[in-house]
Nanobody, 126 residues
Framework: EVRLVESGGGSVQAGESLRLSCDLS????????MGWFRQAPGKEREGIAT????????YYSDSVKGRFTISQANRGNIVYLQMNSLKPEDTGKYYC???????????????????WGQGTQVTVSS
């Protein structure tokens, strides 16, 4: 069974940092793409960062580029999202997801990902 578990969320002030972690119980066969997504109340889910676990290439949405960094450890079984210079508009529930098959970035569409974690809440106050 493939399970993804996020952790590291919390409540911070604007300008502060958080690091989210995503632990995979088992990497989906042939899965090269890992992604971080978020959903704010009343808004659609947004893909914000993706990682090709084979070559470490990454892609970021314009909303987080330059502030967030996606990375991996343990051969892709742990995926991090380092979030710096947080803003109130970064508030939302953050999810990691895994996609089997060849990873062609940007791969920011959530519909491409069959495996999801339960999410972790991030709240940024001004």
């Amino acid at each position: 069974e493939v399970r993804l578990v996020e952790s590291g969320g919390g409540s911070v002030q604007a300008g502060e940092s958080l690091r989210l972690s995503c632990d995979l119980s088992r990497h989906p066969y042939g899965s090269d793409c890992m992604g971080w997504f978020r959903q704010a109340p009343g808004k659609e889910r947004e893909g914000i960062a993706t990682l090709n676990t084979r070559d470490d290439s990454t892609y970021y949405s314009d909303s987080v580029k330059g502030r967030f960094t996606i990375s991996q450890a343990n051969r892709g079984n742990i995926v991090y999202l380092q979030m710096n210079s947080l803003k109130p508009e970064d508030t939302g529930k953050y999810y990691c997801a895994a996609k089997p098959g060849i990873c062609w970035l940007p791969s920011l569409s959530g519909s491409e990902y069959p495996f999801w974690g339960q999410g972790t809440q991030v709240t940024v106050s001004s």
